[in-house]
């Protein structure tokens, strides 16, 4: 079983900039795709940046250029650098893991998932 713990998340103006980070519990990390996808209220949750094992990156339309995955696989840390964050960006943004090396954009690709962080962004 693979626990993810989500961090970073919090409440910040257009324009402004938020970190999150992921810490995997897994004995393999270096092995999982990880990804990050975001909920909001009555809506499905949406892919948002993906990256393989061999670092391969991938990102939803609405956040590239502004948002960026990177992952740390001695410290089993994925990360999310989000800038110039707008409003539609408020969500509660997850951690996920999947039994593959290989990253895909659809949650139920994904074995496992954190908890989950708010990010809210005020105009």
């Known amino acids: 079983q693979v626990e993810l713990v989500e961090s970073g998340g919090g409440s910040v103006q257009a324009g402004d900039s938020l970190r999150l980070s992921c810490v995997s519990s897994g004995r393999f990390f270096v092995n999982n795709a990880m990804a990050w996808f975001r909920q909001t209220p009555g809506k499905e949750r949406q892919f948002v940046a993906a990256i393989s094992r061999a670092e391969r990156t991938s990102y939803a339309d609405s956040v590239k250029g502004r948002f960026t995955i990177t992952r740390d696989n001695p410290k089993s840390t994925v990360n999310l650098q989000m800038n110039s964050l707008i409003p539609e960006d408020t969500a509660v943004y997850y951690c996920?893991?999947?039994?593959?090396?290989?990253?895909?954009?659809?949650?139920?690709?994904?074995?496992?998932w954190g908890q989950g962080t708010q990010v809210t962004v005020s105009s």
């Open positions: 996920a893991a999947r039994d593959s090396p290989i990253d895909r954009d659809y949650a139920s690709a994904y074995d496992y």
